[in-house]
């Protein structure tokens, strides 16, 4: 988990992030079907996502699943030279609109290799967070699941290893 000081020396650490960011609702935007290591996700998957489950509301956790954690038992592949699905900044843009509380992705980052990390920047520059490595994101469904991030309450961390739990209904 990346916390906003993680890029901005003024923004909090893990140990200052609120407990109700943490805890909270979940989405699950699916761009499997199409992802390979080049794709950027483009904010028509987040629109395509709210005509099919209607508008993303305030303090929802976002994950993105790519179905790049297919790749997680093979370093080599799932590093993959750091090419894999990544957001695009638009989309990034798009999400604070809606005042989402943090992003999630199955990949080593929501930046693409060899950028200047426009999505962190973004995100943090907002207040919000940035969840990694996210694995099982595909058992949770699109809507209806609340989210727990857990990050180690690392005093003045800029980042935390975390246990991210889904709370999925009449599972």
């Not at 907002?126 to 727990?148: L, R």
Request: hydrophobic content about 40%.
């Amino acid at each position: 988990m990346d916390a906003p000081a993680h890029c901005y020396e003024e923004g909090k650490t893990i140990d200052l992030l609120e407990l109700k960011n943490l805890v909270t609702d979940c989405a699950v935007i699916r761009v499997d079907s199409e992802a390979d290591e080049e794709y950027l996700i483009m904010p028509d998957a987040v629109e395509k996502f709210e005509g099919e489950h209607g508008r993303i509301q305030p303090n929802t956790f976002i994950i993105f699943y790519t179905g790049w954690d297919r790749y997680w038992n093979s370093l080599e592949k799932y590093r993959n030279d750091l090419k894999f699905p990544s957001v695009h900044v638009s989309t990034a843009e798009l999400l604070m609109e809606r005042d989402i509380s943090g992003i999630g992705i199955d990949t080593l980052s929501p930046d693409a290799r060899g950028i200047d990390f426009p999505v962190h920047r973004v995100i943090l520059g907002a207040g919000k967070y940035i969840v990694e490595n996210i694995a099982n994101a595909n058992d949770v469904p699109s809507v209806g699941a609340k989210i727990c991030v857990l990050p180690m309450k690392i005093k003045d961390g800029t980042e935390a290893p975390i246990r991210l739990i889904a709370f999925i209904p009449n599972a």
